[in-house]
């Protein structure tokens, strides 16, 4: 499993000249969302002054057949991988601030385009309105680390970095897998190298069980 660590991740963000794919970034980090999960929310999905997020959708790049020998592609907007990746996840005080930071972003692009924008109603949105192509998100993905200095690893890190920082701060494996969307703790259990080392941790407290 490839995580970032603590100097990496203050690298990626420290990058000048990217700012929505960082704010993009520190929402996975923050809330363990998928790529194609956060693509695909709304503003209307922040609840509670921004301090729950509803994930409930997900966006996907498909090739569409419009004769034998010519396609297009589309993005669709389906339901999340699974059932269970139904969720409610809640938002960290650091990240509502950062959520502030985007929405003067968004406000700003629908200003300098005027009446050419396309609202969705999108939490992040492209510079002109619309879903973020992904092969565009790749392409600057790629872009940021490279820039920031950071050896290669895909964006799925950032959701593999959430939930072993929550595992390394005490957190049970039944809410980590709740708030992946996780099927059943089984999935979860992909983790097991971060419990077996928390554990090892736990059991030193009996050192001085007979002193």
């Keep these: 499993i490839e995580t970032f660590s603590k100097e990496e991740l203050?690298?990626?963000?420290?990058?000048?000249?990217?700012?929505?794919?960082?704010?993009?970034?520190?929402?996975?980090?923050?809330?363990?969302?998928?790529?194609?999960?956060i693509l695909a929310l709304k503003t209307d999905d922040l609840k509670n002054d921004n301090s729950i997020v509803r994930i409930n959708k997900s966006v996907k790049r498909i090739k569409v057949f419009e004769s034998e020998k010519k396609h297009r592609y589309e993005v669709k907007v389906t339901r999340t991988k699974?059932?269970?990746?139904?969720?409610?996840?809640?938002?960290?005080?650091?990240?509502?601030?950062?959520?502030?930071?985007?929405?003067?972003?968004?406000?700003?692009?629908?200003?300098?385009?005027?009446?050419?924008?396309?609202?969705?109603?999108?939490?992040?949105?492209?510079?002109?309105?619309?879903?973020?192509?992904?092969?565009?998100?790749q392409k600057e993905w790629k872009d940021l680390l490279k820039e920031a200095g950071v050896p290669y690893k895909k964006f799925h890190a950032l959701r593999h970095t959430y939930a072993t920082n929550l595992f390394e701060r005490g957190v049970d494996i039944l809410t980590v897998s709740r708030l992946l969307g996780h099927k059943n703790i089984q999935t979860t259990e992909i983790y097991t190298h971060v419990l077996k080392d928390i554990k090892v941790k736990e059991v030193e407290c009996l050192n001085d069980l007979l002193l």
């Design 82 to 137: 699974t059932e269970s990746s139904v969720r409610e996840n809640p938002i960290p005080e650091v990240l509502k601030t950062e959520l502030k930071k985007l929405s003067k972003l968004v406000s700003e692009e629908k200003l300098k385009l005027g009446p050419a924008y396309n609202n969705n109603g999108l939490l992040f949105p492209s510079t002109v309105g619309t879903y973020i192509d992904v092969n565009n998100f």
């Design 10 to 37: 203050k690298k990626i963000t420290s990058v000048k000249g990217h700012d929505k794919m960082i704010y993009i970034s520190k929402f996975a980090l923050f809330t363990g969302a998928r790529r194609g999960e």
